[in-house]
């Protein structure tokens, strides 16, 4: 008599759903002095994009300050999207200890002075299609401020 043996092998598979990661980035340089054209143009079209997607990190930074600021509460991000994309005014509300607000200036403007057109010194703001050199400043004076390149990633 024969015995046979035989071994079973279960291969465990599982599936997984990756989820890649949505960024979006708006990055220019500024030209003291210089009223932003180009810079305008790409600010209506990141703010354009705005739309559809859950971010949750908010961040602004640039020449003075590499590192920047954030924003990680998702309602108050999405409340900002919002108000970037449509135009109409948000805030102020504190988060991350700024003061986090969203208003226009010659067009859409993203400031976490707490105040809308404004020129507070050493600060975040930032305002390209204002058609003028008051164009904001990250860590710096933002009337009639230094040569510097703002950015904001929504990710």
Not at 95 to 104: K, L
Request: aromatic share 10%; glycine share 8%; with cysteine.
């Amino acid at each position: 008599m024969k015995i046979f043996n035989f071994h079973y092998f279960f291969l465990a598979t599982s599936a997984t759903t990756t989820t890649a990661a949505i960024e979006l980035v708006y990055s220019q340089n500024f030209t003291s002095g210089v009223t932003p054209i180009t810079q305008c143009t790409a600010w209506t079209n990141f703010v354009a994009q705005l739309t559809g997607s859950s971010y949750t990190l908010l961040t602004m930074n640039g020449t003075f300050d590499a590192v920047g600021i954030t924003v990680t509460d998702p309602t108050v991000i999405a409340n900002i999207t919002l108000a970037l994309r449509t135009s109409t005014a948000y805030g102020p509300v504190t988060s991350n200890g700024r003061s986090w607000e969203v208003g226009t200036c010659g067009g859409p403007e993203l400031s976490a002075s707490g105040s809308i057109c404004q020129c507070p010194s050493l600060s975040y703001v930032v305002r390209p299609c204002i058609s003028n050199s008051n164009y904001g400043g990250i860590n710096s004076t933002t009337c009639s401020g230094p040569t510097q390149t703002m950015t904001v990633i929504f990710q």
